[in-house]
């Protein structure tokens, strides 16, 4: 059973464009939701988080939009540049398991 | 500030074999979760320690053991491996009951191979 889903696979965007990646869950007793970018070779780095009782949250240049009636969740990524080609993972959390979607690999053209 | 560092970064094994992979905890982090990636894949919860005891566990067999200490630095142990254990293994510290409880960070891994 996938708690989270989450799409594209994989996304091109131009450099300066927006890159959006989306997530959905299942179990309404989550209470924290952090995305992570991951580079080939390295760990996932916490990119930003969000709690159900906010609507969206805003930190330079990334922006998550959570939907809690629909359970679903966006990560924005603005002025999208080629250093952000990596891997996205959404994330769900209930006392501190953390269930990962798939990942996204995006990758921005120069 | 040191970060949450994980020793080896590589590590190649055979069948049947068992490993140890070692991980401490960024400063003041209190609480050591351990994942499993599969190549193209997400993480994977393995399981979680705080007080020296495991107090959470995902979907892995009894192969898959561990431990804390008291410096909250831990160890993951896996017994009888099989090819599929092949992985990049991770370790997130966090810290119970700061104002993101939930929030962890992640090591670099230590990339296990199963010959």
């Known amino acids: 059973q996938q708690q989270v889903k989450q799409s594209p696979q994989s996304l091109i965007v131009q450099k300066g464009g927006i890159s959006i990646i989306n997530c959905a869950y299942e179990n309404t007793a989550f209470d924290y939701f952090p995305w992570y970018q991951q580079f080939p070779g390295k760990g996932p780095a916490l990119l930003i988080a969000i709690r159900p009782d906010v609507s969206e949250k805003k930190e330079g240049r990334f922006t998550i939009s959570f939907n809690k009636s629909a359970k679903q969740f966006s990560l924005h990524i603005m002025d999208s540049q080629p250093g952000d080609s990596a891997t996205y993972f959404c994330a769900a959390s209930r006392v501190n398991k953390i269930i990962f979607g798939k990942g996204t690999r995006l990758h921005i053209l120069p | 500030d040191a970060g949450v560092t994980q020793s080896p970064t590589h590590l190649i094994k055979t069948r049947g074999q068992q490993v140890t992979l070692r991980c401490s905890p960024k400063s003041g982090h209190d609480t050591v979760s351990w994942y499993q990636q599969a190549l193209g894949q997400g993480p994977q919860f393995i399981f979680q320690?705080?007080?020296?005891?495991?107090?959470q566990r995902g979907n892995f067999p009894d192969r898959f053991s561990g431990h804390q200490f008291p410096n909250y630095s831990s160890e993951l142990n896996v017994n009888a491996l099989l090819l599929g254990d092949s992985a990049l293994y991770l370790c997130?510290?966090?810290?119970?009951?700061?104002?993101?409880?939930?929030?962890?960070?992640f090591g670099p891994g230590t990339r296990l191979t199963v010959l």
């Open positions: 320690y705080y007080e020296e005891e495991e107090r």
């Open positions: 997130a510290s966090s810290l119970e009951g700061g104002p993101w409880d939930n929030e962890q960070f």
